[in-house]
Structures are given as C-alpha cells and as structure tokens.
C-alpha cells in the first residue's frame, strides 16, 4: 500500500489524531504539536517499519569514531545512490549506481562528491540495480560487480541478474560526461540466478576478495536476512544460489538490509539498514569465510541519513563510506579506532 514505511507511519499516525479542518483551523496548539510529533517519529524511525526500533549504540568500546560528512553528491543525476564501491585501482575514487528507473550507467565521484565522469555499461540493463562490489582478481585487475537483484514489484522475478564490468580508467576530463554523453564501459559479464527457495528481495552484494564468491543478503521486514552463494561463473546458464546462512542484526526489524561490503584483506564485513551500521569479523584462524555469518554483529553510527543504502570500506578498511538514496545527499565516513 505503502512505497515506504515512513509513508505508513505518517499515515497511521495522522488517522489517530485527525479532526475536522475546521477543528484543526481553530486549535493552532494541536496542529503544532502534530508536527512535533511526526517531526520525531520519522526522525527516530527513519525507514524502520511502525513499531520498529534502531539498535543500542555501545559508547564504551566502539570499532568506529563518530561519523563525519566528508562531501555531498555533486552530481544531480545521481538521485538514488543505492550501491557504492571503493576502487582499489585508482586512488580517492568511489562508484555509485542509480536504483530502478535509471539506464545501466556508472558514476565516478571523489571522496568529497566531485563528479569524476559517467559511464554506460554495454549489455546491461538496470531492471532494478541495488548494490554494486569492487573484485580485484588474482592478477591485480579491478571489476566492478553489479546486483541486478531488487525484487519488490507485485510480479517478482523468479531469475535475477549480476554483472561484472572492467573497472574504467577515469581521466581527469572525464568528468565531463553525462547521461546524455556517457563514456562507454566494456561490455558486461552477466550471471543469472535463481534462488532454492523462491523469490527473494535482495539490496546487498558482497564479492569475497579472495575467493571472489559473491555474497546476496536478502532484505526482510518480518524475519533475518537470507545469505546465499554464488560462484563467478559469467556467461553460463542460469544457476541456484546456495543459503549458507542467516543473519540478523541488533534492530527491529532484524532483517531489513540494504548494502554491504567486504574489507580488501577479507576480515571484515560491514553490512547496513536504514538506521546504522553493522561490523562482523571473521575469526582468527577461520578454515571457512562463511563462519564470519556466525559473529555477533558491532553497531556503528552512520548519522541520521534520510534514506541510507549503501556503504562500502575503503581499499586499507579503514574508513566506511555511506550515502543515501536522495540527490545531493552527504557522502558520510566514520574513521577506524580499534580492531
């Protein structure tokens, strides 16, 4: 009924103090405090559902400092960032993709949010993209992995979509280019999938660096998030995802995730929801990356973001990046303290 959960708590919230217009018109001191009151629930729900609550932030021993805005978005055609990746190719350089509606383009952006040039990728098309990976392979190559993975129309598709593109070399008139005069990226790898289990909802991918398995952690407003497995086997038949896990995080809801990365030296996944972010580490002396699905989750504050989607780590894994699914939003980094 609702695109948002915020819509449905605006909603429930004004037919429980809604009176006659001229009720409203005559008693100025209840229409202010009927601001004040939507004003606080949106501010404290963010995107959580009605009745959800953010997690408890532990101020004595936290992984990360306080967040900081290092920039804003300066592009205004990226109005929904709804993935984000750090090259590890070139230096203080990040990807960020728009949601469905949007052709199958790239952007490249400064840490600070300067548009650093567009780019459309070659046999691809954005059906619902919502969250893009950076794989370094073997021989010191970057690409840049695609989820085609968003799932909440009334028909939900049965067979989805990963794309796996060269990361482009980004010149300094690139920046130039636009949606109407895009630089053209190599063409697209493309893995389609299914799950085991029938359609899910997904708004996060995580490519494993060393490995380079793919990660899709499914979103969920009732239950944990779904973790499932994929090889990099582009260009064959469509494949099942393998579940390998689930995960939930210190949140109500527990399962509603919408991005997330793995650090370059593979000990570390960072994984977000509309209300913070969530740390686990992989074990000393793990025999299986998947054990990493078993650690409890470190809260880290990401601000008060509008409509938060992405995140991504840095090429050392010391800084996270965070942007939101609005135009010209901050791009929000929080520093490492402790590991």
């Not at 006659?20 to 629930?41: D, E, H, Q, S």
């Not at 070399?169 to 063409?187: C, F, I, W």
């Not at 840095?314 to 980094?333: C, H, Q, R, W």
Request: aromatic share 8%.
């Amino acid at each position: 009924m609702f695109e948002h959960p915020r819509e449905a708590l605006r909603y429930n919230s004004l037919k429980q103090f809604s009176m006659p217009k001229k009720t409203i018109t005559k008693n100025a001191a209840l229409v202010i405090f009927l601001g004040v009151f939507l004003t606080a629930a949106t501010a404290c729900f963010r995107f959580g559902i009605s009745g959800g609550t953010p997690p408890s932030f532990d101020r004595e021993s936290p992984n990360f400092g306080p967040p900081t805005i290092a920039g804003r978005i300066q592009s205004d055609e990226i109005a929904e960032s709804s993935g984000l990746a750090v090259s590890r190719c070139q230096d203080d350089l990040l990807w960020t993709h728009n949601d469905s509606g949007d052709g199958p383009y790239i952007f490249a952006m400064d840490r600070q949010g300067k548009h650093r040039g567009t780019w459309k990728v070659g046999n691809a098309e954005n059906t619902d993209w919502e969250d893009i990976a950076l794989y370094k392979d073997p021989a010191g190559k970057c690409f840049l992995i695609i989820g085609d993975t968003g799932n909440s129309k009334k028909e939900p598709r049965t067979v989805l979509r990963i794309y796996r593109v060269a990361e482009p070399a980004v010149a300094n008139d690139d920046s130039e280019s636009s949606r109407k005069h895009p630089l053209p990226a190599a063409p697209a790898e493309l893995l389609t999938f299914s799950y085991p289990d029938g359609p899910q909802d997904a708004e996060s991918l995580l490519v494993e660096p060393r490995s380079g398995n793919i990660y899709i952690l499914t979103k969920n407003q009732n239950k944990p998030s779904g973790v499932y497995l994929l090889k990099q086997v582009f260009g064959t038949a469509t494949v099942e995802a393998v579940r390998v896990s689930e995960l939930t995080v210190p949140a109500v809801p527990n399962g509603l995730l919408t991005g997330g990365d793995i650090s370059a030296d593979g000990r570390h996944v960072v994984i977000c929801d509309y209300f913070a972010a969530y740390e686990l580490p992989l074990p000393k002396g793990a025999a299986n990356f998947d054990e990493v699905w078993k650690q409890k989750p470190a809260t880290i504050d990401l601000g008060d973001r509008e409509q938060g989607e992405a995140i991504a780590y840095s090429a050392d894994g010391n800084t996270l990046f965070a942007t939101s699914e609005k135009k010209n939003e901050p791009i929000v980094t929080v520093q490492r303290i402790s590991r």
